[in-house]
């Protein structure tokens, strides 16, 4: 009898390691902007109208911001962003990622078939300050920098750490969020078309059903030791 309960013990133990790790990926979702007919609250450098002349720094070239049912649509040139205030502040407590995902409308690529080195990037804030995010899946490691092809739909995910070191976001109190855009190796000489369909935030969860399987097996297992116990 002592050996069934030493072998059922660590089975429960390993399936339980197993249930664990898929369960985490049951998520709640949190939208931060599905982009549906979306209008940023202010435009910067060359995303702003006045901001892309000469004049004023710009390359010349006059962005066209458009909204639509599903997406937002940025065409433009260089470098730009904008910022967008929430009417009320939003919640999400025990959220661990942050998750962005975008359409490169452009053809972009190497000669070789590589790809260009591109930055669409996503800043967060909370009631206190501004988050610079990094996004985990980025393959030059610096804000959301990367080797991008275009025509594509990429999804960029990370943490809510800050990649200048300052104090991670508070995500019970999501106050604005910021999209940025440097074509970088893409070039300021060439317009971009970039549309956005959705950002949000993911806090894992342990489904229903694990919940109650862990707890049948542990009940299992109490079980077995009384039965061991009253048979010494």
Known sequence: MKQDVKRFRSVLTAASA??????????????LSDFHNFHLSATYANWDVDGS???NGGTGY??????GATSFEVNAQSYGSGAYNFSAPISAPGA???????????????????GLWFGPNVDISDGTHMVHLLADN?????LSYGPYFGPATYTLHGSFNDQFGGAPLDTSTITAFNLELDPAEYGSGAPYDITYSS?????????????A???????????????????C
């Open 53 to 55: 002349q000469p004049i």
């Open 18 to 31: 197993l249930i664990i790790g898929t369960a985490a990926h049951a998520q709640v979702v949190t939208t």
């Open 199 to 211: 950002l949000v935030l993911l806090t894992p969860v342990p489904e229903p059903s694990t919940i």
């Open 138 to 142: 980025a393959g030059g490691g610096y």
């Open 96 to 114: 661990t990622q942050w998750q962005l995902t975008f359409t490169i409308n452009t053809a972009m690529q190497h000669g070789d078939g590589s």
């Open 62 to 67: 006059s962005p066209t911001l458009t909204s």
């Open 213 to 231: 399987l862990l707890g049948l097996g542990a009940g299992c297992l109490a079980r077995m030791a009384r039965r061991r116990g009253k048979s």
